[in-house]
């Protein structure tokens, strides 16, 4: 079959916040721009965030960047790179006074300024008291985000397509990216879109866990993709378990309640999160928060009838705090938890919720990978942005709210690299001889499969094995027995079948490509976690319970190709602060 070929300046795949916001740089820049998407772009994930986007405005009190970034280079349990972190610190409040320009609905002071809520980790002067950095809209913050990023792109000019899955990457002989394959999910055909520069948004992978708060599109399209071009994932042992998941469902409860004054009881009603953190208690790190529940729960103090999970009790908030501020959550509360939290609490457990690590990246948002003795080599003309890339802002462990202040801030420093890389590389290039054939070649194979293995069977497989083995607490043999059952799992997704042929809309086959993404992020997080003989921040070892930084304040890049490790350091010097020596991180 000949796969058509479409032409753009840049493609971009991933229509969240990030990819929308890179996407709206090339647009107004007069580029031709694509965007692919598996859903209609306001379903992307980024709509389901919750808190807010983290700035230090000083709306609520004195606040300052200084600050931001030391909360955020403490929350990374200083894994995260010094000169990325103060990059995302100082461009913050610009990107969220640009968004609310752009018509963002942001809750607002009588004054008229952006309201900011408390959040866990974030403090004034250093570690000293809690402050209010978080910028909202009521409980929806994302949701409005998404709209009004997708506004701007219509008004742009942008061109989206919506339900359509990138399948691989093209890469010319000298490691060029030229651009990706795709499927158009409405009529089953293949086609390549070649591209003078190309960025990934393809946001995270949760769904490699049993319990994830992460949407069913969160299959790491994009780890998967450039792993299997030869580009290593980074830190990819570091995922955050969100402290409130409703228990059962795994559906994200809002730090934002905590912020808005809510707390988190025991059996015995205890707030035990005095004894975990006194300063902060329960706005603690999340690592901090997940770890002190999943405490409690192990030692005999959860609730229920199988005392499987904590209380997160917010009634005393009042209704009109609760509907002015947390509307979605009394939603979410009544319909997943069947309780009304204005009465009695919500049942919560800490559950998958963020990857740390992905694609490596510098600030700028260029994809790098070690290429002749150099370990951060940019890989021309490939960019990634948001939770599937790597710039390290978050090492071991995110801050809450500062995932949308990534999305935002190296959404637009990517997008505005990537148009300086098309005016300084005008014209295509040509594309290799065989630039489609690695991808006919994995459609053949599960065209062609008989007597293999079912998609679902798998991934439930998979799911299982990291949720055991790979948890909020680690254990030596766990992980052990963990990479021999992945790498097993993994050779049976090898052999997937599917039972229907059909062109038109065949989710079972977009399943089946999923399931090869997330198979190797599951691969790259169970071998790195393995590796790693430390705890720190969300890698928590039973075997190695203190934070090594002698040897280990570096980063994990982890290879497909033989499953390889190399390391590389972290960048402790940022741009003109001062560097933050690592400490003992208390809250």
């Known amino acids: 079959m000949a796969i058509a070929i479409r032409k753009f300046d840049a493609v971009i795949v991933g229509a969240g916040g990030a990819g929308m916001r890179a996407a709206l740089q090339l647009a107004e820049a007069g580029f031709r721009v694509a965007v692919l998407s598996?859903?209609?772009?306001?379903?992307?994930?980024?709509?389901?965030?919750?808190?807010?986007?983290?700035?230090?405005?000083?709306?609520?009190?004195?606040?300052?960047?200084?600050?931001h970034m030391y909360d955020t280079i403490k929350g990374s349990d200083y894994l995260?790179?010094?000169?990325?972190?103060?990059?995302?610190?100082?461009?913050?409040?610009?990107?969220?006074?640009?968004?609310?320009?752009?018509?963002?609905?942001?809750?607002?002071?009588?004054?008229?300024?952006?309201?900011?809520?408390?959040?866990?980790?974030?403090?004034?002067?250093?570690?000293?008291?809690?402050?209010?950095?978080?910028?909202?809209?009521?409980?929806?913050?994302?949701?409005?985000?998404l709209h009004t990023l997708y506004q701007r792109n219509v008004r742009a000019n942008t061109h989206f397509f919506v339900e359509w899955m990138a399948l691989d990457l093209v890469?010319?002989?000298?490691?060029?990216?030229?651009?990706?394959?795709?499927?158009?999910?409405?009529?089953?055909?293949?086609?390549?879109?070649?591209?003078?520069?190309?960025?990934?948004?393809?946001?995270?992978?949760?769904?490699?866990?049993?319990?994830?708060?992460?949407?069913?599109?969160?299959?790491?399209?994009?780890?998967?993709?450039?792993?299997?071009?030869?580009?290593?994932?980074?830190?990819?042992?570091?995922?955050?378990?969100?402290?409130?998941?409703?228990?059962?469902?795994?559906?994200?409860?809002?730090?934002?309640?905590?912020?808005?004054?809510?707390?988190?009881?025991?059996?015995?009603g205890e707030r035990f999160m005095e004894r975990y953190a006194p300063t902060m208690k329960d706005l603690a790190s999340r690592d901090v928060v997940s770890r002190a529940m999943a405490t409690e729960i192990k030692e005999g103090r959860g609730c229920g009838p199988e005392a499987d999970h904590v209380l997160l009790k917010l009634d005393h908030l009042g209704v009109e705090v609760v509907e002015k501020r947390l509307p979605g959550i009394r939603e979410i509360a009544k319909?997943?938890?069947?309780?009304?939290?204005?009465?009695?609490?919500?049942?919560?457990?800490?559950?998958?919720?963020?990857?740390?690590?992905?694609?490596?990246?510098?600030?700028?948002g260029e994809v790098v990978a070690p290429r002749a003795g150099d370990l951060e080599a940019v890989v021309p003309g490939f960019y990634a942005?948001?939770?599937?890339?790597?710039?390290?802002?978050?090492?071991?462990?995110?801050?809450?709210?500062?995932?949308?202040?990534?999305?935002?801030?190296?959404?637009?420093?990517?997008?505005?690299?990537?148009?300086?890389?098309?005016?300084?590389?005008?014209?295509?290039?040509?594309?290799?001889?065989?630039?489609?054939?690695?991808?006919?070649?994995?459609l053949d194979r599960l065209e062609n499969q008989r007597d293999g293995e079912n998609v679902y069977q798998v991934a439930a497989d998979m799911r299982r094995t990291m949720q055991a083995h790979c948890g909020v607490f680690r254990f030596p043999d766990l992980l052990a027995t963990g990479v021999t059952r992945i790498r097993e799992i993994s050779e049976r997704a090898a052999r997937t079948e599917i039972k229907d042929h059909s062109k038109v809309f065949n989710t079972a086959r977009v399943e089946a490509l999923e399931l090869d993404n997330l198979i190797?992020?599951?691969?790259?997080?169970?071998?790195?976690?393995?590796?790693?003989?430390?705890?720190?921040?969300?890698?928590?070892?039973?075997?190695?319970?203190?934070?090594?930084?002698?040897?280990?304040?570096?980063?994990?890049?982890?290879?497909?190709?033989?499953?390889?490790?190399?390391?590389?350091?972290?960048?402790?010097?940022?741009?003109?602060?001062?560097?933050?020596?690592?400490k003992v991180r208390t809250y």
């Not at 002071?109 to 980790?121: E, I, L, S, W």
């Not at 730090?255 to 808005?260: I, K, L, M, S």
């Not at 960048?571 to 003109?576: D, E, S």
């Open 38 to 67: 598996k859903v209609f772009p306001t379903r992307s994930h980024t709509v389901a965030a919750q808190g807010g986007i983290g700035a230090a405005l000083g709306n609520m009190g004195e606040d300052s960047w200084l600050w």
């Open 80 to 145: 995260g790179d010094q000169d990325a972190i103060e990059f995302l610190c100082r461009m913050a409040p610009q990107a969220v006074i640009e968004l609310e320009h752009f018509g963002m609905p942001f809750d607002r002071n009588d004054n008229g300024t952006v309201y900011q809520r408390p959040f866990g980790g974030h403090s004034q002067n250093f570690g000293e008291r809690p402050v209010q950095r978080s910028c909202c809209a009521a409980d929806r913050t994302g949701h409005a985000m």
């Open 171 to 268: 890469r010319a002989a000298d490691g060029q990216v030229l651009g990706v394959t795709a499927l158009e999910m409405e009529t089953g055909e293949v086609y390549l879109l070649h591209a003078r520069a190309t960025l990934f948004a393809t946001g995270g992978a949760g769904r490699i866990f049993a319990a994830s708060t992460n949407a069913f599109i969160n299959t790491g399209d994009g780890l998967g993709m450039a792993a299997r071009a030869g580009i290593p994932l980074e830190d990819m042992e570091f995922w955050q378990f969100h402290p409130t998941g409703v228990a059962g469902a795994g559906v994200l409860i809002t730090e934002g309640v905590r912020g808005e004054g809510g707390y988190l009881l025991n059996k015995n």
């Open 335 to 364: 319909k997943f938890a069947n309780v009304d939290p204005v009465k009695e609490p919500i049942p919560v457990v800490p559950t998958v919720h963020y990857q740390m690590g992905g694609i490596p990246t510098n600030y700028h």
């Open 385 to 442: 942005a948001g939770e599937c890339a790597c710039a390290s802002v978050h090492g071991a462990n995110r801050l809450g709210t500062n995932s949308l202040t990534d999305l935002l801030v190296f959404g637009r420093a990517s997008g505005e690299h990537m148009v300086q890389f098309l005016r300084e590389n005008p014209g295509h290039r040509e594309l290799p001889a065989d630039a489609a054939e690695y991808t006919r070649a994995r």
């Open 520 to 582: 190797e992020v599951a691969r790259a997080t169970m071998d790195s976690a393995e590796a790693r003989e430390e705890s720190r921040g969300a890698h928590d070892r039973e075997d190695f319970p203190k934070r090594d930084d002698v040897n280990w304040l570096k980063h994990t890049l982890w290879f497909k190709d033989g499953d390889r490790l190399e390391y590389k350091p972290v960048h402790l010097k940022p741009l003109t602060a001062a560097t933050f020596e690592p």
